[in-house]
C-alpha cells in the first residue's frame, strides 16, 4: 500500500473525509451496541432475570405460617433440600428412562430421514424438487399440541382408521398407546414435525458444496451413489452435527406429545418424562421451588450436553485437519 | 375524508389503549372512572355463564362484570394459583370446593365472612360448610354435586339387568352386561377419576381428612379405604369393568355407540353425557348411587363449585355483591339451574328445580329434580385437606402404575396416603398419623 503513490485526488478527497470520517469512526465504535442492544435487552429481562429469579427459587421452599387449621404459605430459606428431593425422586429416573428409549428412536430416524430426504432431493435430474421440499416441511408448520390431537384420534382403537383395518383382517387393535407402542407411537408425532425443519438445513448445507468437487468426482467415475455416501455425507457433517444437537436438545425437551396424549391413556404418568414433572410441581402441586431446581437441573445437564458435543465435533474437523 | 378517516384511526388506537390497560390492569377492579363505575374481572368455567353475567351487567350500570372462561375446575384453579401470585388474580373466582382449601392456604381468596353474613341462611349448613373453614367463610356455594348412578335404562331393560341398587349388584350387572355384549361394559372407573374414589371410599365410611384442634389426620389408606380399593380391583381383575379414560374420544364414541352403559358421577354429569353423546338422548336414566351397606342412602359429593373473592381484589364489596346475587339470590340461583343447568346450592334454587323440567338428556325422567333432592338431602358433609391437589396427582399415577403392573390397589391407596403426610409435613402442618 505505502509504495504505491497515492494519485494526488484521492489525497484531495482524503484529507476532505478526514473529519467526517473520524465521527464516522465513533459511529461505527456505537453501532455494534446499538444493533445488539435490543437482543441483549430481551436476553436480560426474558432469559437471565428469569433463569436467576428460578436459581433463587431452587433455595426456598412454602412453610405454613400463622395459626387455625390451614395457615398461609410463606416461603423461607431451604438451603439444598429441593435438590435432594428432586435427585431422590424415583420419577426422575423413570422419566429420563422414557426421555432415552424416545430419543433412541425420535433422534435417529428424525435425522436419518432429513439426511436422505435432503440427498434425494439434491440429486442431479430429481423433478418437483420445490414442491417435495415443501411437501416434506409442511407438518413442520403444524404446532406439536395440534399434531398431537391429530394423531391421539388416529391410535385411539375406536376412532382410529389403522386399527379399523386391522380389526376388519381380524387382528385386533393396534396397541399405540400400550407400553408396547408407546414410544414409537410419541417419536412418529415428533418426526414428522423434526424431518422437514432438519431436511431443509442439511439441503441448504448439500447447495453450498462446490460443483467441482462433483465433476471431479464424476471424472474419477463416482455414480450418484458413491457421490452421496463418499463426498456429500462427509462434507456435510457439520450440519449434521448442528441438526443433532438441535434434536437432542429438542428431545429433551419433549412435552407437549405426551401431556396431550396423556389424557387418552392411562401409560403415561404426570412425571413421565421431566419438563412433565416440573409441570406437575410448579402448577398443579403447588411446589414452585421444587419445579424451579428439576429446571435448574435440566438446563444445567443441557448446557452440559450441548457443550459435550460441540467439543467431541471441534475436536473431529480439528484431528480431520491436522 | 381523508382526515376523518385518520381520527378515527387514532381514536380506534385510543380507545384500545385503554381498553389493553383495562385488561392488563387485571389486577381486579380495573380502576373506577368517572362515576364511580367498578369492573370486576369474572373467572369460571360452567357453560352459559356469559348469559347469567350479561343479566347482571344490564342491571347493574356501576358494577359491570367481565367474564373470561378460565377453562375446567383443575385447569382454571392452576391458572388462579399463579396468576394470584404474580399479583394479578381476578377479583371474582369459581372453585371447586376440593381446591378451596390448598388456595387458602396460598393465600388467594378474601376471607369474606363479614361481607356475605346476610346471605347464610339462604344455604343448609352441610353446603355452607364446604366453604367454612374454622368458623370463616372463603367463598360462596355455586353448585353441588352429590353423587347418583346415570345409566342406559334402554338397554339395560332390553337385556334384562336391574338397576343396581348397592356394589354388590352393580357387580352383578357389569358381569351380565359382559355376557350381553362382549363388546360393552357398564362402566369405566379410571385411576384419573380421583374425586369417584375419594367419593366411594367417603361412602364406606372413609374420611380422606379430618381435623381436630390443628392437628390433621389423613384416611386416605384407613381400613374402609383399602376395603374399597380392593372391592373395584376385583371388579377390575375379573373384567367387570373398564378402567379406559372417560370423557376421550374413545370413551364418547362408546358412550355413542353403547358399549359404555354407565357413569356413577355427581348431579352435574347429564350436561355432560349429553354433549359428548347428543345422539342419546332420552335413552338415559337416573338412580339414586349404589350403596354400600342396602339401606344406608349416604352418599358423598364429587365436584361441585364455589365462587371466591380474591385477595387481589381493589374492590372487595362489589365482588361480593356480584357473587352474593349469582350464588344466593333468588334469581341468580333461578339461572343457575336454567340457564348453567347446574344443581344450585342454594335452598331456594333446589326448590325451583322441583318444579324444572329434567336435564335435556333424559326428558322422559320427570321425577329428576325429586330425585335430586332425595339424593342431596343424604349427601355426608366433607372436611378437603390443604393438599388435595398432591393427593390427586399422587393418586392417578399410583393406581395407574398398580392397574399397569398388576399389583395390588391397596399398596397405591397406602402409597398416596404416605405422599399426602410426607407433603404435609414438608409444609409444617402437625399429623396425628405420620
Known amino acids: ?322 | 375524508m381523508k382526515k376523518s378517516k385518520i381520527l378515527s384511526a387514532v381514536a380506534a388506537i385510543g380507545v384500545s389503549a385503554v381498553l389493553l390497560s383495562g385488561c392488563s390492569g387485571g389486577t381486579g377492579g380495573t380502576g373506577d372512572s368517572a362515576g364511580g363505575k367498578v369492573t370486576l374481572d369474572f373467572w369460571s368455567w360452567a357453560p352459559n355463564t356469559q348469559s347469567l353475567v350479561d343479566t347482571w351487567n344490564a342491571a347493574n350500570p356501576d358494577i359491570q362484570v367481565n367474564y373470561t372462561d378460565a377453562g375446567g375446575g383443575k385447569d382454571s384453579s392452576a391458572k388462579l394459583l399463579t396468576a394470584s401470585r404474580a399479583g394479578n388474580a381476578p377479583d371474582v373466582a369459581a372453585v371447586e370446593y376440593p381446591t378451596l382449601p390448598s388456595l387458602i392456604v396460598a393465600d388467594v381468596p378474601l376471607d369474606i365472612t363479614d361481607l356475605v353474613s346476610d346471605v347464610t341462611d339462604k344455604y343448609d349448613e352441610g353446603t355452607l360448610s364446604q366453604t367454612t373453614f374454622d368458623g370463616h367463610i372463603f367463598g360462596l356455594p355455586q353448585d353441588i354435586g352429590p353423587m347418583a348412578f346415570f345409566y342406559r335404562s334402554d338397554l339395560l331393560e332390553q337385556w334384562g339387568i336391574p338397576v343396581p341398587t348397592t356394589w354388590a349388584e352393580f357387580k352383578t350387572a357389569a358381569a351380565a352386561v359382559r355376557a350381553a355384549d362382549p363388546s360393552a361394559y357398564l362402566a369405566s372407573l379410571p385411576a384419573d377419576q380421583w374425586a369417584f374414589y375419594a367419593g366411594v371410599a367417603n361412602q364406606a365410611g372413609s374420611k380422606w381428612w379430618s381435623v381436630k384442634d390443628n392437628t390433621w389426620t389423613v384416611g386416605i389408606a384407613d381400613d374402609a379405604s383399602l376395603e374399597v380399593a380392593d372391592f373395584f380391583q376385583g371388579l377390575v381383575d375379573e373384567d367387570l369393568i373398564s378402567t379406559d379414560p372417560i370423557l376421550t374420544p374413545e370413551w364418547n364414541a362408546k358412550a355413542n355407540s353403547g358399549t359404555m352403559l354407565s357413569w356413577p358421577a355427581g348431579l352435574w354429569a347429564p350436561g355432560v353425557i349429553e354433549g359428548v353423546a347428543p345422539d342419546t338422548v332420552g335413552k338415559w336414566s337416573m338412580s339414586a348411587f349404589p350403596e354400600w351397606t342396602p339401606g344406608d342412602p349416604a352418599v358423598a359429593y364429587q365436584g361441585g363449585s364455589s365462587v371466591i373473592v380474591t385477595k387481589d381484589s381493589d374492590h372487595p364489596e362489589e365482588a361480593a355483591k356480584f357473587i352474593k346475587w349469582l350464588n344466593a339470590s333468588e334469581e341468580g340461583a333461578n339461572l343457575l339451574l336454567t340457564v348453567q343447568n347446574a344443581y344450585p346450592a342454594a335452598i331456594s334454587g333446589q326448590e325451583d328445580a322441583k318444579a324444572s323440567a329434567p336435564p335435556a338428556l333424559m326428558p322422559q325422567q320427570t321425577d329428576f329434580y325429586e330425585l335430586a333432592a332425595k339424593v342431596s338431602a343424604n349427601a355426608i358433609p366433607v372436611t378437603w385437606g390443604p393438599n388435595v391437589n398432591v393427593a390427586e396427582s399422587a393418586f392417578t399415577d399410583e393406581l395407574n402404575k398398580a392397574i399397569n403392573a398388576g399389583t395390588p390397589w391397596r399398596d397405591a391407596f397406602t402409597a398416596v396416603q404416605k405422599i399426602v403426610v410426607a407433603d404435609m409435613t414438608k409444609s409444617g402442618f402437625e399429623i396425628s398419623n405420620k
Not at chain 1, 33 to 50: C, R
Open chain 1, 1 to 322: 500500500m505505502t509504495l504505491t503513490p497515492a494519485p494526488p485526488a484521492a489525497v484531495v478527497a482524503q484529507t476532505r473525509t478526514a473529519p467526517p470520517r473520524k465521527r464516522s469512526r465513533s459511529r461505527t465504535r456505537f453501532a455494534p451496541y446499538l444493533f445488539v442492544g435490543p437482543a441483549v435487552v430481551l436476553f436480560v429481562l426474558f432469559m437471565l432475570v428469569p433463569i436467576i429469579y428460578a436459581a433463587y427459587l431452587s433455595f426456598t421452599s412454602y412453610k405454613i405460617q400463622g395459626g387455625g387449621i390451614l395457615g398461609t404459605k410463606s416461603l423461607v430459606f431451604a438451603g439444598f433440600d429441593n435438590y435432594v428431593s428432586v435427585l431422590t425422586d424415583p420419577a426422575l429416573a423413570s422419566g429420563f428412562w422414557h426421555l432415552g428409549l424416545y430419543s433412541a428412536i425420535a433422534v435417529p430416524l428424525t435425522l436419518g430421514l432429513a439426511l436422505l430426504f435432503a440427498l434425494l432431493l439434491d440429486t442431479p435430474g430429481v423433478r418437483a424438487t420445490r414442491f417435495g421440499q415443501t411437501a416434506i416441511f409442511i407438518p413442520y408448520a403444524v404446532p406439536g399440541v395440534i399434531a398431537a390431537l391429530l394423531w391421539g384420534f388416529m391410535y385411539l382403537p375406536s376412532t382410529s382408521p389403522f386399527s379399523y383395518i386391522t380389526k376388519a383382517l381380524g387382528w385386533g387393535p393396534i396397541p399405540f398407546l400400550e407400553s408396547s407402542g408407546i414410544f414409537g407411537s410419541i417419536a412418529n408425532i415428533a418426526v414428522w414435525g423434526g424431518v422437514g425443519f432438519n431436511m431443509i438445513i442439511i439441503y441448504t448445507s448439500l447447495r453450498s458444496i462446490p460443483a467441482e468437487i462433483y465433476e471431479a468426482a464424476r471424472i474419477d467415475g463416482a455414480n450418484e451413489r458413491q457421490i452421496a455416501l463418499r463426498v456429500k455425507i462427509p462434507l456435510v457433517i457439520p450440519a449434521l452435527l448442528l441438526t443433532g444437537i438441535f434434536s437432542v436438545i429438542g428431545a429433551l425437551q419433549l412435552y407437549s406429545e405426551p401431556t396431550t396424549l396423556k389424557p387418552m391413556t392411562d401409560i403415561i404418568s404426570q412425571t413421565w418424562v421431566p419438563l412433565m414433572t416440573i409441570y406437575r410441581n410448579a402448577f398443579l402441586t403447588d411446589d414452585l421451588p421444587g419445579a424451579a431446581a428439576l429446571s435448574v437441573l435440566l438446563a444445567v445437564g443441557t448446557v452440559a450436553l450441548s457443550g459435550l458435543v460441540l467439543w467431541i465435533s471441534n475436536r473431529r474437523t480439528k484431528g480431520a485437519q491436522s
